[in-house]
């Protein structure tokens, strides 16, 4: 059984350097000392900008010692060893049936080499098995690192290699493409056959690692954030007290598990004992099946991206919902709750690079706010917000400035990538010893302290609730041997935005096979990632400095594309024939923003996904057709769709 950890004062890792660590006193400075930001007066109003946007006194001072999410859920099995911890649609697991699974799957980890600052990559999908592995990870002193299961196993290589992770645990056979001579393979089907002991654990730090998660990388590859215990603990402390998380509450984990904000679905609940729930990956495309099965399972707490938030905005909630917390996050929120919701909304910002949530508000009903657009909030306690001009001086109150967060939140770095992470955090000059991260994003004090959010500063795409470096998609679709240039754009102004990719051929005299293009990165990058038009160009624009004129190809969205990826050419592709196949059409310009729609085309080719799919159908039914969000992703294209409702 695993041993509760005694709290204990941050100590540095043995592989900690100058340029990777944020706790005080455990590293020395960074390549980027506090020189060169505020001084004298410009100082003094950093702090002065400082105390007003966190509003909160516990926010400048360290943050106290508090007990490891390991330890506080080992403590609830103790206590409440018979209580639900998590619930699928196959199984129910009690809190003592949980540590009991991670304790015996962390003594294999430990057995294959898993220690100190370790990860270990977990190839599951949403599942009890994928909770108890993280949980193990941490147990055994190591980091858990989640694989998308969707992604292409070439993608999956090389975070593998990359991560340098000694194991993989997993329930189905590894395939060749995946399998490597230095990962040691655990397969959790075997558990009960291969279980061990494990009660001389090494007990984690809080300045260890306790998860690394994977992001688009501008320099043509992802990049793994590396995630402290103290910062986990301590958005587990927010997260309990801000929502009162108990037992008897009923929790969700539907983002998906690769996505940082597992770890605020996950691991908030289970602390607090609580019972988390885990819903099918199919309910987020349907805001109706989702909410019956948010009543259902009387859910208390839930969080949803943003997209599929709104849409549930939009729903009648019937009385008697249990549901009094929805979090949303990943996207910009464009629109306030209406009043007579029976639960509140709360709106929080922040990037993977600062454990999961920097800032957060509860997001007032639209007749109280007089808002064009609900705000990011404060941060969390013991973090804290600069808003940061060009040269990295604090911008006057209500000017635009970048935003730069620091605080017990902030990450220990890029795993592996000194230089990347030397580019993007910084020490805090209003904070001796301790560390900021830049952003990238660009925001505004509001007069009573509270921030929004006003777009990108650099060229990183934000879409569906990804991040996206457009570097690391042109990457991919240079290595086409047909292709010589590339330039990702995000087009936004249809119903739905999507990435475009601009490319330049090899010079051979043949334009490069779109299509081709198009099957060769999505074998190497995750889907959305992957853009949803090609066109071919002669040249890319350039500024008069030399540089990707990025705006101009923007610009050039307005006009209608020649070509989306997966679509046939347009002498293949015909005008609707069938009155059906003429309504759809309809339907899909309405929904989608496009001019024209053909015979062939594919809905998701022109821009679409699970919630426009959604839209599309609450439409259809007004036109009397029978159409489900499902018959969109069975038959994509129009007449097959039109086929199937004849």
Known sequence: MYTLNRPSAA????????????????????????????????????????????????????????????????????ERPWQPAVVSDSETVTYGELIERATSLAGRMRKAGVGRDIPVALWLERSVDLVSASLAAMVAGGAYLILDTDQPHARLSALLEDSRA??????????????????????????????SACAKNPLPELSDLCYVNYTSGSSGGPKGVAIQHDGLANLVTWYESTYRVAPGDHMTQLARPSFDAYALEVWPCLASGATLHLGDATLNGSPIALQKWLADHRITICFLPTPLAEELLELSWPAGTTLRALLTGGDRLHRHPQGNLPFHLYNNYGPTEVTVVGTWCEVEPELASGDAAPPIGRPLPHMWAHILDAERQPVPQGEAGELYIGGVGVARGYLGRPDLTADQFFDDPSQPGERMYRTGDLVRERPDGQMDFLGRADEQIALHGFRIEPGEVEAALRRHPGVRDAVVVLADGGASPELVGYVVSDGSGEAADLEDVADFVTQSLPHYMVPATLRSIEMLPLTPRGKVDRRELERRQASPAPSGIGTRTEQEADAPRTTTEKLLARLWSEVLGVDTVRRQDSFFDLGGDSLLATRLARKAAGHGLHLGAADVFDHEQLHELARSLE
């Open 11 to 78: 100590t540095p890792p043995p592989s900690c350097t100058g340029n990777c660590g944020r706790a005080k006193g455990r590293c020395g400075p960074s390549a980027h000392a506090a020189a060169g930001f505020c001084s004298g007066k410009a100082m003094s109003e950093s702090m002065e900008a400082t105390d007003r946007l966190n509003g909160h006194s516990e926010n400048a001072a360290s943050p106290p010692v508090a007990a490891l999410v390991p330890d506080r859920v080992a403590r609830w099995a103790a």
């Open 166 to 195: 000694p194991v993989l645990v997993t329930s189905r056979d590894v395939p060749e493409g995946l399998a490597r001579h230095d990962v040691a393979v655990i397969d959790v089907r075997n558990a009960s056959a291969h279980s």
